[in-house]
């Protein structure tokens, strides 16, 4: 993959996040993914305040492979991560492989008017990886953009209750704060194809993105 002009920004970019962080243990360290990566790659990020109820993070910014499922049910949800799977294996312009050992996988629910919601899967690639174009068009590539996520982690059993109760709980203990209210995010850390079993579980609550805070 041509990766290599675009480097240099980017361990600059990276290494100039890494500076202005204040919270990490030794200024201008490099990126220490926490344990419940694994061997994987997984988005850079820093601790801004932690509590009993929720972990608030400075991700910067990511891309994902992104695709709609009809619901949460785990069929659809296993459908559309096997399409982003599908795109890793060269099923994409180019035919190019891609190294899908990243961490985390992410169910995002948007709740719309009424009861509707739309729910789309995602898959976290590194910024060193040049992305290439789906050839299946339900799947994109999205950029999400540096910010802030209320993170509230989670052990094992993910359902729907579980979900719920700590969602609210989550919603709860930021009240007051300019979050996403009609959306949040579950991440998975865990096998691709064994998310439902991982021992680490997070659901995400987007800080509302600064440029938008005034509309
Ligand atoms: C959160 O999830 C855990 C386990 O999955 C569960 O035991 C707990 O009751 C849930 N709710 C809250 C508010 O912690």
Known sequence: ????????????????????????????????PPAFCGD?????????????DYEER??????????????VQVDDLTDGFKKLKSVCD?????VHKVNCK??????????????????SVSWFFPPEVDLPTPLDTSVSKEVRPAGIVYVRTFPDPVNKDTVSSNLSLL?????????????YTGAGYNNPWDIFKTHHNEIWVNAVPQDQKSK
């Not at 910067?60 to 492979?65: A, D, I, K, S």
């Not at 990243?102 to 729910?119: F, R």
């Open 40 to 52: 994987y790659k997984c988005p850079d990020y820093s601790v801004q305040y932690t509590s009993d």
């Open 90 to 94: 060269g099923n994409n312009e180019g």
């Open 102 to 119: 990243t961490w985390p996988a992410l169910i995002t629910v948007t709740q719309g008017e009424s009861d509707a919601e739309s729910v």
């Open 171 to 183: 919603r709860k203990a930021l009240a007051g704060k300019p979050i996403e209210h009609h959306r």
């Open 1 to 32: 993959m041509e990766t290599g002009k675009s480097r240099p920004l980017l361990c600059a970019l990276l290494t100039l996040a890494t500076l202005l962080s204040g919270t990490r243990g030794t200024p201008g360290a490099p990126w220490e």
């Open 58 to 71: 400075k991700y910067v910014e990511t891309q994902w492979l992104t695709t709609g499922v009809q619901s």
